[in-house]
């Protein structure tokens, strides 16, 4: 079955660290794209970070500098190493596969298979 | 980056109803546009990628339209487990993907 279980959330203190793991079985982390997806209580969806296949990494602009995403390949695990936590990163996060499939000569990108989200809250 | 709305951001409605949900983006995305699910408490659900196609397992009474700015999910029998949020998502400017600020749909 495939299946991404996240963990690692937890209450931090303002400027503290995390590190969020997602743990994946039923496919190879490495052969896709991976995301980040975070909620805030009561908000919307909003892009973190993305890692390519190929290794390549982009973050959204609200955490570039402070967060890391990476994966393990020997435990087919991804991550993100959270640091300088804000008030406003407080929310649940989600990790997600980016599916790339061939439809009418496009190639198009969609998240199909996502974890049930662990919860960071940054608070004194 | 790429900005998307939805409307609206919430609607009542009943078993059995046809609903719609539009969603805009600020600029031509052509068909890179996809749809999800999410329930209270749940991660959300791929229902509709690439615009119109349905994703695997998910009920034919789900469908999308539209290209270009504008788009829109329809459900054309609304079930009780249907009530739920939903969201659009432009993957147009892949990495940088945005979402729409989501349309609950709850009982009339």
């Known amino acids: 079955e495939v299946q991404l279980v996240e963990s690692g959330g937890g209450l931090v203190q303002p400027g503290g660290s995390l590190r969020l793991s997602c743990a994946a079985s039923g496919f190879t982390v490495s052969s896709n794209y991976m995301s980040w997806v975070r909620q805030a209580p009561g908000k919307g969806l909003e892009w973190v970070s993305v890692?390519?296949?190929?290794?390549?990494?982009y973050y959204a602009d609200s955490v570039k500098g402070r967060f890391t995403i990476s994966r393990d390949n020997s435990k087919n695990t991804l991550y993100l190493q959270m640091n300088s936590l804000r008030a406003e990163d407080t929310a649940v996060y989600y990790c997600a596969r980016d599916k790339g499939k061939w439809e009418l000569n496009y190639y198009y990108y969609y998240m199909d298979v996502w974890g049930k989200g662990t919860t960071v809250t940054v608070s004194s | 980056d790429i900005q998307m709305t939805q409307s609206p951001s919430s609607l009542s409605a009943s078993v059995g109803d046809r609903v719609t949900i539009t969603c805009r983006a600020s600029?031509?995305?052509?068909?890179?546009l996809n749809w999800y699910q999410q329930k209270p408490g749940k991660a959300p659900k791929l229902l509709i990628y690439a615009a119109s196609s349905l994703q695997s397992g998910v009920p034919s009474r789900f469908s999308g339209s539209g290209s270009g700015t504008d788009f829109t999910l329809t459900i054309s029998s609304l079930q009780p487990e249907d009530f739920a949020t939903y969201y659009c998502?432009?993957?147009?400017?892949?990495?940088?993907?945005?979402f729409g600020p989501g349309t609950k749909v709850d009982i009339k």
């Open positions: 998502q432009q993957s147009y400017s892949t990495p940088r993907i945005t």
């Open positions: 600029q031509s995305i052509s068909s890179y």
């Open positions: 890692i390519y296949s190929g290794g390549s990494t």
